[in-house]
């Protein structure tokens, strides 16, 4: 069975750190393109940042460039999200996804939610100001 599980999330201060990991088993394990997507408080859900499997290219959407940074380790078949300089707009839960597809890095095709097969759980990240 095909899972991905998603872990890390809590509350932090304005400029605080936290790490979010996504461990994916059964057919998620080969997925070739990993994300992170969140949803703010009455907000819809959105793209945040990509990485492939195979090449270790990574996107990220401009407002977490040079804070966020993903990354993943093909051993233990995890994605990892470093958030640094959290601000309270970062405040959402956040989702890891995965398809099987080398989807085209633009984000309005990483934005298409329909282009993935699996999905977690999500996490609850907290910002205070």
């Known amino acids: 069975q095909a899972q991905l599980v998603e872990s890390g999330g809590g509350l932090v201060q304005a400029g605080g750190s936290l790490r979010l990991s996504c461990a994916a088993s059964?057919?998620?394990?080969?997925?070739?393109?990993m994300v992170w997507f969140r949803q703010g408080p009455g907000k819809e859900r959105e793209f945040v940042t990509a990485i492939r499997r195979s090449s270790g290219a990574t996107y990220y959407i401009d407002a977490v460039k040079g804070r966020f940074t993903i990354s993943r380790d093909n051993a233990k078949n995890t994605v990892y999200l470093q958030m640094n300089s959290l601000k309270p707009e970062d405040t959402a839960v956040y989702y890891c996804?995965?398809?099987?597809?080398?989807?085209?890095?633009?984000?309005?095709?990483?934005?298409?939610?329909?282009?993935?097969?699996?999905w977690g759980q999500g996490t609850q990240v907290t910002v205070s100001s």
């Open positions: 996804a995965a398809a099987r597809s080398a989807i085209w890095f633009s984000k309005t095709s990483l934005s298409r939610e329909r282009e993935y097969d699996y």
């Open positions: 059964g057919r998620a394990v080969s997925s070739e393109t």
